[in-house]
């Protein structure tokens, strides 16, 4: 069955420093995936999304995200993060044929001053 | 400017008393569909639309309607609430399919 898992359900980071958040599919096909941030009170925003290709992919907002099909992964980079990046995060792989987005069970980002 | 509008943005309701939350985008969107947020389990698929004339199920259809009478509006319909059915509802749309979808604010609905 698909399934996509965010190991870490919360991370704390330092204004300014450095940020992965990680994601592993399983997915028997070709995943199409991709990156959702959910700011407080707020719906869905896409940051980016992987079909093809350049296995390095950039987002909005400074975001960027890799995919190794070897390690099933597809981990959220951002070099320097801002306040404002405190949300939480979602990956998800888009399921060809169901017409549905799978998604992992988020990874909440807090920002210390 | 472009938006998926939900409403109501919370509701409390009681068991059994039929409810619905509405959906409308303005970005002539054909694809529609419906998921609930819950804690620990991310976002699950409950009904998709790929246009006015198809809809279908998606990963927890029980004990929720939706219609698609014209392309604007997909409304989420609880016959008979339960409890188990509070949850965090999102509206989302997309020209087709999910490649890149637009998501209302959310419903907050509690049962009690």
């Known amino acids: 069955a698909q399934s996509v898992t965010q190991p870490d359900i919360h991370i704390t980071v330092s204004e300014g420093a450095s940020l992965e958040l990680r994601c592993n599919y399983s997915?028997?096909?070709?995943?199409?995936l991709f990156w959702y941030v959910q700011s407080p009170g707020q719906g869905l925003q896409l940051l980016l999304k992987?079909?093809?290709?350049?296995?390095l992919v950039q987002g909005i907002k400074g975001f960027e995200a890799e995919f190794k099909r070897s390690q099933s992964s597809f981990n959220l980079r951002k070099p320097s993060v801002h306040w404002s990046d405190a949300a939480e995060y979602f990956c998800a792989v888009g399921i060809q044929g169901a017409q549905k987005l799978v998604f992992g069970q988020g990874t909440r980002l807090t920002i210390n001053p | 400017e472009a938006q998926v509008t939900q409403n109501p943005r919370y509701l409390i309701t009681v068991t059994g008393k039929k409810l619905t939350v509405t959906c409308s985008q303005n970005m002539n969107h054909e694809y529609m569909s419906w998921y609930r947020q819950d804690p620990g389990l991310g976002l699950r698929q409950i009904y998709y639309s790929m246009n006015v004339e198809v809809t279908d199920k998606g990963d927890v259809p029980e004990g929720y309607k939706v219609s698609r009478k014209e392309k604007r509006n997909f409304p989420l319909i609880l016959e008979s609430p339960s409890p188990n059915q509070t949850s965090l509802y999102f509206c989302a749309s997309s020209f087709s399919g999910y490649e890149k979808l637009f998501f209302g604010s959310g419903t907050q609905l509690s049962v009690l």
């Open positions: 992987y079909f093809s290709g350049d296995t």
């Open positions: 997915y028997g096909a070709t995943p199409y």
